[in-house]
């Protein structure tokens, strides 16, 4: 995500729809990249993204400056996803998601390297969707946006030794998972 200069967020506070526009593309992609890593779903983290852009328009002029702006939309974006996450669980799990179709569809490449993409997406969403949505986070923003623990500590509002603790946490629980699913494979 490129910095985006003070001048623009202040016109962005004061209803400037041009620089709004130019906020949006800037941010777009990594909105949608970190929701889609939280719910895992591409519904889901449209649904999440459009929320999102909707807080930063409507909040941005009580945004102070004290962090960055990219902190202030991870914040934004990590805290809407979970929100969002905890939501449709307890609404239950019922729907089909897209992933589901699309994975279900014959893929345009050979049929052994579909089945083996296929097999290792529906593996890691499934070690991830046994995460609590804490730990995912955490590891998301970590191993996928390549954050360090301080700029996750300040998204999260939790303490350095948190972010360590839950991403330890986090690690353990997909290694011990990932062996209890080759186990059951092998059996």
């Known amino acids: 995500m490129k910095d985006i200069t003070r001048d623009t967020l202040e016109r ?3 209803g400037d729809i041009a620089a709004f526009e130019q906020v949006y593309k800037e941010t777009g992609s990594f909105v949608y990249n970190v929701a889609f890593g939280i719910t895992r779903n591409s519904m889901d983290a449209q649904d999440v993204s459009q929320n999102v852009f909707l807080k930063i328009y409507r909040k941005l ?8 702006f990219k902190t202030w939309v991870y914040r934004i974006t990590v805290n809407t996803a979970i929100n969002h996450y905890r939501k449709t669980i307890k609404e239950g ?7 589901e179709i699309i994975e279900s569809l014959p893929d345009a490449c050979s049929a052994a390297e579909g089945a083996i993409q296929s097999d290792n997406e529906i593996r890691l969403n499934a070690l991830l969707a046994k995460l ?5 986070a955490c590891l998301i923003l970590r191993e996928i946006e390549g954050l360090s623990y301080q700029e996750i500590a300040d998204i999260l509002k939790v303490p350095v030794n948190t972010v360590r603790s839950r991403l330890k946490r986090a690690r ?16």
Not at 61 to 68: E, G, L, W
Not at 93 to 99: A, M, N
Request: hydrophobic letters at 35%.
């Open 172 to 187: 353990q629980a997909l290694l011990e998972n990932a062996r209890k699913g080759l186990v059951q494979d092998a059996v």
């Open 132 to 136: 609590s949505v804490e730990h995912k």
């Open 61 to 68: 002029k009580y945004f102070q400056f004290r962090s960055s």
């Open 93 to 99: 799990k019922g729907r089909v998601g897209y992933e």
């Open 12 to 14: 962005v506070a004061q």
